[in-house]
Protein backbone atom coordinates (compact mmCIF):
# COMPACT_ATOMS: atom_id res chain seq x y z
CA UNK A 1 0.00 0.00 0.00
CA UNK A 2 0.92 3.32 -0.65
CA UNK A 3 0.49 6.96 0.26
CA UNK A 4 1.07 10.53 -0.24
CA UNK A 5 2.48 12.87 2.34
CA UNK A 6 2.93 16.57 1.58
CA UNK A 7 5.37 18.80 3.41
CA UNK A 8 5.83 22.16 2.00
CA UNK A 9 9.60 21.57 2.94
CA UNK A 10 9.94 18.20 1.53
CA UNK A 11 12.48 16.62 3.88
CA UNK A 12 10.67 13.91 6.18
CA UNK A 13 12.24 11.28 7.76
CA UNK A 14 11.52 7.51 6.40
CA UNK A 15 12.32 6.00 9.03
CA UNK A 16 9.69 7.74 11.30
CA UNK A 17 7.05 6.67 8.33
CA UNK A 18 6.96 3.16 7.89
CA UNK A 19 5.57 0.50 10.07
CA UNK A 20 4.71 -3.32 10.24
CA UNK A 21 1.95 -2.70 10.57
CA UNK A 22 0.85 -0.16 7.80
CA UNK A 23 3.51 -0.63 5.27
CA UNK A 24 2.76 3.06 4.60
CA UNK A 25 5.81 4.55 1.65
CA UNK A 26 6.71 7.41 0.78
CA UNK A 27 5.47 8.57 -2.23
CA UNK A 28 2.29 7.40 -4.51
CA UNK A 29 -1.13 7.48 -4.18
CA UNK A 30 -2.66 4.16 -1.37
CA UNK A 31 -6.17 2.19 -2.56
CA UNK A 32 -8.18 0.84 -0.33
CA UNK A 33 -11.80 0.37 0.30
CA UNK A 34 -14.01 -1.24 2.80
CA UNK A 35 -16.12 -0.10 5.57
CA UNK A 36 -15.28 2.97 6.97
CA UNK A 37 -16.45 2.13 10.28
CA UNK A 38 -14.49 -1.01 11.26
CA UNK A 39 -11.29 -0.70 12.83
CA UNK A 40 -8.27 -0.30 10.24
CA UNK A 41 -10.68 -1.03 7.48
CA UNK A 42 -11.25 2.32 6.22
CA UNK A 43 -8.81 4.09 3.00
CA UNK A 44 -5.12 2.73 3.30
CA UNK A 45 -6.22 0.77 6.57
CA UNK A 46 -7.09 3.99 8.38
CA UNK A 47 -9.93 3.72 11.39
CA UNK A 48 -12.60 5.89 11.10
CA UNK A 49 -12.95 8.21 14.17
CA UNK A 50 -16.26 9.95 12.90
CA UNK A 51 -18.95 9.16 16.05
CA UNK A 52 -16.26 7.85 18.09
CA UNK A 53 -14.13 11.21 19.53
CA UNK A 54 -15.88 14.40 20.82
CA UNK A 55 -16.04 17.07 18.54
CA UNK A 56 -16.55 17.45 15.23
CA UNK A 57 -13.65 15.35 13.98
CA UNK A 58 -14.35 16.36 9.83
CA UNK A 59 -13.14 19.69 10.92
CA UNK A 60 -10.63 18.45 12.97
CA UNK A 61 -8.50 16.74 10.42
CA UNK A 62 -9.23 19.66 8.15
CA UNK A 63 -7.36 21.89 10.14
CA UNK A 64 -4.48 19.85 11.09
CA UNK A 65 -3.79 18.65 7.87
CA UNK A 66 -4.17 22.27 6.90
CA UNK A 67 -1.52 23.13 8.57
CA UNK A 68 1.87 24.07 7.15
CA UNK A 69 4.12 20.73 7.71
CA UNK A 70 7.53 21.31 9.18
CA UNK A 71 10.55 18.32 9.40
CA UNK A 72 9.21 16.72 12.63
CA UNK A 73 5.39 16.97 11.04
CA UNK A 74 1.80 18.44 11.96
CA UNK A 75 0.56 19.35 15.91
CA UNK A 76 -2.37 19.35 17.73
CA UNK A 77 -4.57 19.01 20.68
CA UNK A 78 -8.12 17.50 21.56
CA UNK A 79 -10.11 18.55 24.58
CA UNK A 80 -11.50 15.44 25.13
CA UNK A 81 -14.58 17.16 27.66
CA UNK A 82 -15.36 18.89 24.98
CA UNK A 83 -14.34 17.89 21.38
CA UNK A 84 -12.75 21.26 20.65
CA UNK A 85 -9.28 21.28 18.89
CA UNK A 86 -6.90 23.59 18.50
CA UNK A 87 -3.46 23.86 16.10
CA UNK A 88 -0.02 23.94 17.77
CA UNK A 89 0.33 27.53 17.89
CA UNK A 90 -3.65 28.39 19.16
CA UNK A 91 -2.55 25.46 21.70
CA UNK A 92 0.24 27.62 23.02
CA UNK A 93 -0.88 30.77 22.53
CA UNK A 94 -4.82 29.70 24.41
CA UNK A 95 -3.79 26.80 26.58
CA UNK A 96 -0.17 26.30 27.70
CA UNK A 97 2.80 28.20 26.55
CA UNK A 98 4.69 25.11 26.19
CA UNK A 99 3.59 21.38 24.57
CA UNK A 100 2.74 19.61 27.10
CA UNK A 101 -0.80 17.91 27.71
CA UNK A 102 -2.78 19.84 30.05
CA UNK A 103 -6.22 17.88 32.05
CA UNK A 104 -8.77 17.34 29.15
CA UNK A 105 -5.89 18.69 26.77
CA UNK A 106 -4.33 15.53 24.72
CA UNK A 107 -1.48 16.50 22.26
CA UNK A 108 -0.61 14.49 19.39
CA UNK A 109 2.37 15.01 16.49
CA UNK A 110 2.30 12.94 12.86
CA UNK A 111 2.42 13.26 9.49
CA UNK A 112 -0.88 13.56 7.17
CA UNK A 113 -1.52 11.72 3.42
CA UNK A 114 -4.01 11.54 0.99
CA UNK A 115 -5.67 7.56 0.54
CA UNK A 116 -7.92 7.10 -2.32
CA UNK A 117 -11.46 5.86 -1.35
CA UNK A 118 -13.18 5.18 -4.55
CA UNK A 119 -13.22 6.14 -8.39
CA UNK A 120 -16.61 6.20 -10.19
CA UNK A 121 -18.04 7.62 -13.63
CA UNK A 122 -20.35 10.39 -13.93
CA UNK A 123 -22.13 12.81 -16.68
CA UNK A 124 -21.09 16.73 -16.32
CA UNK A 125 -23.18 19.51 -16.78
CA UNK A 126 -24.16 20.33 -20.80
CA UNK A 127 -22.23 22.93 -21.47
CA UNK A 128 -22.84 25.44 -24.89
CA UNK A 129 -20.23 24.95 -27.40
CA UNK A 130 -21.94 27.05 -30.47
CA UNK A 131 -23.12 30.47 -31.08
CA UNK A 132 -27.08 30.44 -31.42
CA UNK A 133 -28.13 30.63 -34.86
CA UNK A 134 -31.53 31.59 -35.04
CA UNK A 135 -34.03 30.73 -38.38
CA UNK A 136 -37.32 33.41 -38.56
CA UNK A 137 -38.23 32.16 -41.84
CA UNK A 138 -41.37 30.04 -42.01
CA UNK A 139 -39.36 26.81 -43.83
CA UNK A 140 -36.32 24.53 -42.24
CA UNK A 141 -33.27 26.56 -43.03
CA UNK A 142 -29.68 24.68 -42.74
CA UNK A 143 -26.67 26.01 -41.19
CA UNK A 144 -22.93 24.97 -40.44
CA UNK A 145 -21.97 25.54 -36.88
CA UNK A 146 -18.97 25.75 -35.23
CA UNK A 147 -18.81 24.33 -31.57
CA UNK A 148 -15.31 24.34 -29.61
CA UNK A 149 -14.47 22.63 -26.26
CA UNK A 150 -11.71 22.11 -23.86
CA UNK A 151 -11.52 19.46 -21.07
CA UNK A 152 -12.18 20.54 -17.63
CA UNK A 153 -10.27 19.44 -13.98
CA UNK A 154 -11.26 20.73 -10.49
CA UNK A 155 -11.52 19.38 -7.21
CA UNK A 156 -13.68 20.12 -3.75
CA UNK A 157 -13.41 19.22 0.01
CA UNK A 158 -16.59 18.55 2.08
CA UNK A 159 -15.54 20.56 4.54
CA UNK A 160 -13.50 23.67 5.41
CA UNK A 161 -12.10 26.10 2.47
CA UNK A 162 -11.78 25.71 -1.30
CA UNK A 163 -8.79 23.51 -2.03
CA UNK A 164 -5.99 25.30 -3.93
CA UNK A 165 -4.09 24.20 -6.63
CA UNK A 166 -0.98 23.21 -5.25
CA UNK A 167 -2.66 20.73 -3.31
CA UNK A 168 -4.75 19.41 -5.61
CA UNK A 169 -2.06 18.74 -8.05
CA UNK A 170 -0.13 16.86 -5.10
CA UNK A 171 -3.05 14.28 -5.04
CA UNK A 172 -4.73 14.21 -8.52
CA UNK A 173 -1.57 14.70 -10.85
CA UNK A 174 0.30 11.54 -11.61
CA UNK A 175 -1.16 7.95 -11.35
CA UNK A 176 -4.21 9.22 -9.32
CA UNK A 177 -6.48 7.51 -11.55
CA UNK A 178 -6.08 4.15 -10.42
CA UNK A 179 -7.96 2.15 -12.76
CA UNK A 180 -9.39 4.96 -14.52
CA UNK A 181 -6.44 4.56 -16.93
CA UNK A 182 -6.39 6.42 -20.07
CA UNK A 183 -9.82 7.98 -18.78
CA UNK A 184 -8.52 9.96 -15.99
CA UNK A 185 -7.17 13.57 -17.56
CA UNK A 186 -6.45 15.20 -14.75
CA UNK A 187 -4.41 18.04 -16.28
CA UNK A 188 -4.14 16.91 -20.05
CA UNK A 189 -5.76 19.14 -21.64
CA UNK A 190 -7.22 18.20 -24.70
CA UNK A 191 -10.23 20.54 -26.96
CA UNK A 192 -11.82 20.36 -30.40
CA UNK A 193 -13.18 22.44 -33.22
CA UNK A 194 -15.83 20.56 -35.19
CA UNK A 195 -18.25 21.94 -38.44
CA UNK A 196 -21.37 20.11 -38.28
CA UNK A 197 -24.50 21.49 -40.42
CA UNK A 198 -28.00 21.25 -38.79
CA UNK A 199 -31.51 21.72 -39.73
CA UNK A 200 -33.13 24.74 -37.78
CA UNK A 201 -36.68 24.04 -37.55
CA UNK A 202 -39.21 27.35 -38.61
CA UNK A 203 -38.99 30.31 -36.16
CA UNK A 204 -36.22 28.68 -33.64
CA UNK A 205 -32.52 28.86 -32.77
CA UNK A 206 -30.56 26.14 -32.18
CA UNK A 207 -26.75 25.81 -30.45
CA UNK A 208 -24.71 23.21 -29.98
CA UNK A 209 -24.09 21.70 -26.74
CA UNK A 210 -21.53 19.27 -24.90
CA UNK A 211 -22.28 17.02 -22.48
CA UNK A 212 -18.18 15.75 -21.05
CA UNK A 213 -18.04 12.30 -19.54
CA UNK A 214 -16.17 12.74 -15.93
CA UNK A 215 -14.21 10.43 -13.73
CA UNK A 216 -13.83 11.56 -10.09
CA UNK A 217 -11.49 10.19 -8.00
CA UNK A 218 -12.14 10.77 -4.20
CA UNK A 219 -9.45 10.77 -1.47
CA UNK A 220 -9.97 10.65 2.44
CA UNK A 221 -7.16 12.87 4.21
CA UNK A 222 -5.48 10.40 6.96
CA UNK A 223 -2.89 11.32 9.77
CA UNK A 224 -0.52 8.63 11.22
CA UNK A 225 0.13 9.31 14.67
CA UNK A 226 3.95 9.46 15.46
CA UNK A 227 3.16 10.42 19.45
CA UNK A 228 0.24 10.91 21.38
CA UNK A 229 0.43 12.39 24.82
CA UNK A 230 -1.76 13.08 27.84
CA UNK A 231 -1.53 13.60 31.41
CA UNK A 232 -4.43 12.52 33.94
CA UNK A 233 -2.44 14.25 37.19
CA UNK A 234 -0.54 11.19 37.74
CA UNK A 235 2.25 11.87 34.91
CA UNK A 236 2.82 12.31 31.39
CA UNK A 237 2.04 9.64 29.28
CA UNK A 238 3.19 8.87 25.99
CA UNK A 239 2.05 6.34 23.24
CA UNK A 240 2.82 5.98 19.59
CA UNK A 241 -1.04 4.69 18.57
CA UNK A 242 -4.20 6.95 18.65
CA UNK A 243 -5.42 7.61 22.09
CA UNK A 244 -3.45 4.96 22.72
CA UNK A 245 -6.09 2.02 20.97
CA UNK A 246 -3.75 0.60 18.98
CA UNK A 247 -4.35 2.09 15.80
CA UNK A 248 -2.24 4.70 14.42
CA UNK A 249 -3.83 5.80 10.84
CA UNK A 250 -7.24 7.90 11.44
CA UNK A 251 -9.65 9.44 9.11
CA UNK A 252 -12.94 11.07 9.73
CA UNK A 253 -15.60 9.75 7.36
CA UNK A 254 -16.93 12.87 6.42
CA UNK A 255 -14.12 14.53 5.35
CA UNK A 256 -12.96 13.75 1.92
CA UNK A 257 -11.67 15.44 -1.66
CA UNK A 258 -13.21 14.41 -4.61
CA UNK A 259 -11.28 14.76 -7.78
CA UNK A 260 -12.62 15.78 -11.40
CA UNK A 261 -12.07 15.11 -14.55
CA UNK A 262 -13.15 15.14 -18.49
CA UNK A 263 -12.07 11.21 -19.91
CA UNK A 264 -10.58 11.39 -22.62
CA UNK A 265 -10.96 8.60 -25.21
CA UNK A 266 -7.74 6.12 -26.53
CA UNK A 267 -7.05 8.91 -29.06
CA UNK A 268 -6.52 11.59 -26.48
CA UNK A 269 -9.79 13.35 -27.63
CA UNK A 270 -12.56 14.40 -24.97
CA UNK A 271 -15.10 11.91 -24.49
CA UNK A 272 -18.96 13.54 -24.00
CA UNK A 273 -21.55 13.44 -25.84
CA UNK A 274 -22.89 16.39 -28.90
CA UNK A 275 -26.46 16.99 -28.96
CA UNK A 276 -28.73 19.98 -30.36
CA UNK A 277 -30.86 22.64 -28.49
CA UNK A 278 -33.25 24.23 -30.04
CA UNK A 279 -35.14 27.17 -28.25
CA UNK A 280 -38.56 28.55 -29.87
CA UNK A 281 -38.51 32.23 -30.94
CA UNK A 282 -40.95 34.84 -30.32
CA UNK A 283 -43.17 34.09 -33.05
CA UNK A 284 -44.22 38.20 -33.60
CA UNK A 285 -40.75 38.18 -34.56
CA UNK A 286 -40.42 35.68 -37.20
CA UNK A 287 -42.30 35.25 -40.36
Known sequence: MRLIRTSPRKALRKSALITASTALALTGLLAGTGSAQAAGSGPGGATNIRGTDPGNTDLMIERLCEQ??????????????????????EYLRDVVPLWIPAGPWEVFRGWCGYAQASTWS?????????????????????????????????????????????????????????????????????????????????????????????????????????????DKGDGRKTVHSWRDRGYNTVYSYGYYIDGTSDKLLPNGQPDGREDKWEQKLDPKTCA
Open 68 to 89: EGSLTGVYGALNVDTGEFKTRD
Open 122 to 230: TKGEPVRVSPWIGNRGSKDDKETFVSSYSTKTFAKKSVGASISLSLAKSIFSGTAGGSAGYEWGWEKTSSFERRSEKTIPPCTQVAVTWTPYQRVVRVNPVFYVEDYEW
